[in-house]
């Protein structure tokens, strides 16, 4: 049973305009949801989060919407940029525990 | 700056040697970490969580006794494989839980830049 799916496997975007990153969740004791990036060969990056009573949160280009109704969030990215090609997962967590989806490949094309 | 490092990040070697990856907690204790599992295209499966001073806890699948995991200080785990085959290649990846309180509260894991794993 997956927790966390990120149902699209790959997004290619123009540099400039927004990448949406979506993820669906369907455990509901999750208290707060990351963003990571990941590089091949690398371990992941914290992007940003969310707790799980908020339903938005902002860092620089970066800005996380969750609808708890739809156990639903997405990473919004604006501009895109080609430095943010890479694997985005998006997780779920309780006490300090998390549960990744499958990742989502952006390529954002100059 | 890395708050986490783990070594070796690449290793080649024949069937049937054991192969130890070290995680390392630079900047603060962690008493928990966690060792997960990437397979091309896939996500990052968690395969045992070690708690310092404890045995640690598998996931349903993992053969603790193929994965051998040591948490003998509040900075170090490591993960053996013991006896590795062509089909334990992979990409494992460790991270330490931060503490709960403290100005990274929003980052429950840093992850380590992972291990490549090729046996031959």
Redesign the interface.
């Known amino acids: 049973d997956q927790q966390v799916k990120q149902n699209s496997p790959s997004l290619s975007v123009q540099e400039g305009r927004i990448s949406i990153l979506n993820c669906d969740y369907t455990n509901s004791m999750f208290d707060y949801f990351l963003w990571y990036k990941k590089y091949p060969a690398e371990g992941p990056t914290f992007l940003i989060s969310i707790s799980s009573i908020k339903d938005k949160n902002e860092d620089g280009r970066f800005t996380v919407f969750l609808n708890k109704s739809a156990k639903h969030l997405s990473l919004h990215i604006v501009p895109s940029q080609p430095g943010d090609s890479a694997v985005y997962f998006c997780a779920g967590g309780s006490q300090g525990n998390l549960i990744f989806g499958k990742g989502t490949k952006l390529s954002v094309k100059p | 700056g890395a708050v986490?490092s783990?070594h070796p990040?690449?290793v080649i070697c024949k069937s049937g040697t054991s192969v130890k990856i070290e995680c390392r907690s630079l900047d603060f204790q962690a008493t928990?970490m966690?060792w997960y599992r990437q397979f091309p295209?896939?996500?990052?499966m968690?395969m045992a969580?070690s708690n310092e001073g404890s045995k640690a806890t598998y996931e349903q699948g993992v053969e603790k006794d193929k994965f051998l995991i040591n948490h003998a200080s509040l900075t170090l785990s490591t993960l053996t494989v013991t006896s590795a085959h062509p089909e334990d290649s992979s990409?494992y990846?460790c991270?330490a839980?931060y503490p709960?309180r403290g100005l990274r509260s929003?980052?429950?894991?840093?992850?380590?830049?992972?291990t490549?794993l090729s046996i031959l």
Do not use: A, C, E, Y
């Open positions: 986490v783990q990040s690449w928990t966690f295209k896939q996500s990052l968690l969580t990409f990846i991270s839980r709960l929003n980052q429950p894991q840093h992850f380590g830049d992972g490549r």
